[in-house]
């Protein structure tokens, strides 16, 4: 009898299955950062290892995924040696029908962020669960706010006019962590502090929201990925399907592989 594939299961399966796809020997590759993107990392480590990939350069994404891929004997490099990469694989912590996204659940957003945007591809990498109608109840935002004056940037974001009805929340303890555990603020690989938006109703417009935080002073970047995705690979019980956006459209193909084959 077949076991019933967990969360962690569908996740190493997009994970491989993004890097056998997309990544090629000669390249340059974007390391995203999470339980999702922490497979993929795997993935291209073993792939490196038998010889079946060749002259990588990679950017992770976070100290956390810097280590890890040290530690599987990847070649890294940062952005300031490579400002043109050739893909990037990372997770989300929600993708809506357009592609747009949420991410920074693990803190990271900011180097997610500049790496992904300098990527000619970027794929993401979910499982089902995180496939949302629209971004906000189902996830906090993640913002990253330098810490001075904190609390003074937290009551500007909470009016501005395209996040009308959140709650800024300061995270605490693990920077990984969105529960807030710990007393102490959650400090970011650049040493800032993340505020996570609470919403009760799905965001209206995501571009707006995102331009208003981005022209907030104390903000140094936000959770909304928009207009980034090329490929949202998504793992669900019934198999792994990809979503693409044409023309505007969200397009499903047929499951790439056959999960329980
Ligand atoms: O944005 C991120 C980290 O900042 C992650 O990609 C996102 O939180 C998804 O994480 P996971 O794959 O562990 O569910």
């Avoid at 594939?5 to 999470?34: C, E, F, H, N, P």
Wanted: with cysteine; aromatic share 4%.
């Amino acid at each position: 009898m077949k076991r019933a594939l967990s969360q962690d299961d569908l996740k190493r399966m997009v994970g491989y299955q993004a890097v056998d796809d997309y990544v090629k020997s000669g390249t340059v590759i974007g390391l995203g950062t999470g339980s999702t993107a922490a497979h993929a990392v795997d993935r291209v480590g073993e792939k490196l290892k038998s010889g079946e990939l060749k002259d990588i350069i990679a950017i992770p994404t976070s100290v956390r995924t810097k280590e890890q891929a040290e530690k599987l004997g990847i070649p890294l490099s940062t952005l300031d040696l490579h400002s043109d990469l050739d893909v990037a694989i990372d997770g989300a912590d929600e993708v809506d029908p357009q592609l747009n996204l949420v991410k920074g659940g693990g803190g990271a957003l900011f180097r997610e962020k500049i790496v992904e945007l300098c990527a000619k591809k970027f794929i993401v990498i979910v499982d089902e669960s995180k496939i949302c109608d629209g971004l906000g109840p189902g996830f906090p935002i993640p913002v990253e706010i330098v810490p001075f004056c904190h609390e003074h940037t937290m009551r500007v974001i909470s009016k501005l006019p395209a996040l009308k009805g959140c709650e800024p929340v300061l995270r605490l303890g693990n920077i990984a962590n969105n529960t807030a555990d710990g007393d102490k603020p959650a400090i970011t690989d650049n040493g800032n502090y993340i505020v996570d938006l609470k919403f009760k109703t799905p965001i209206k417009d995501p571009v707006a929201a995102g331009q208003q935080l981005k022209a907030t002073v104390g903000v140094v970047d936000h959770g909304l990925f928009t207009g980034m995705t090329t490929v949202c690979i998504v793992a669900g019980k019934e198999g792994i399907y990809i979503k693409e956006k044409k023309g505007g459209e969200e397009e499903e193909e047929e499951a790439a592989f056959d999960l329980f084959g």
